[in-house]
């Protein structure tokens, strides 16, 4: 004799397994790196002016630096850098 309630509570434990598989992918975009290992944000601006950028803030966002700037030709900016190797990691544009 079969239950309904066994056929609901199975597809309900499916997708629950399906949104944890998701979520380890979503965290990639994060940095993970121990706080001993940070750079001063200091570093940061001082790197990004030289290439041009106005900075506007820097902030810790998700265990990466996330910056708000502007370029030389007066775009807005936002990125996220890695704090200890201050490369990019993510970044879109204002207006998004």
């Not at 820097?58 to 700037?69: E, H, L, Q, T």
Request: proline share 5%; net charge positive.
């Amino acid at each position: 004799m079969r239950r309904p309630g066994f056929a609901i509570w199975l597809a309900a434990a499916g997708f629950a397994a399906a949104g944890l598989a998701a979520t380890p992918a979503a965290a990639d975009r994060d940095c993970n790196v121990p706080l001993a290992e940070w750079q001063p944000r200091e570093a940061l601006q001082k790197k990004l002016e030289g290439e041009g950028w106005t900075v506007l803030s820097i902030r810790s966002d998700d265990g990466c630096y996330k910056v708000r700037a502007t370029n030389a030709q007066g775009a807005r900016l936002k990125a996220k850098f890695d704090p200890a190797r201050l490369e990019r990691v993510h970044s879109r544009d204002d207006d998004d």
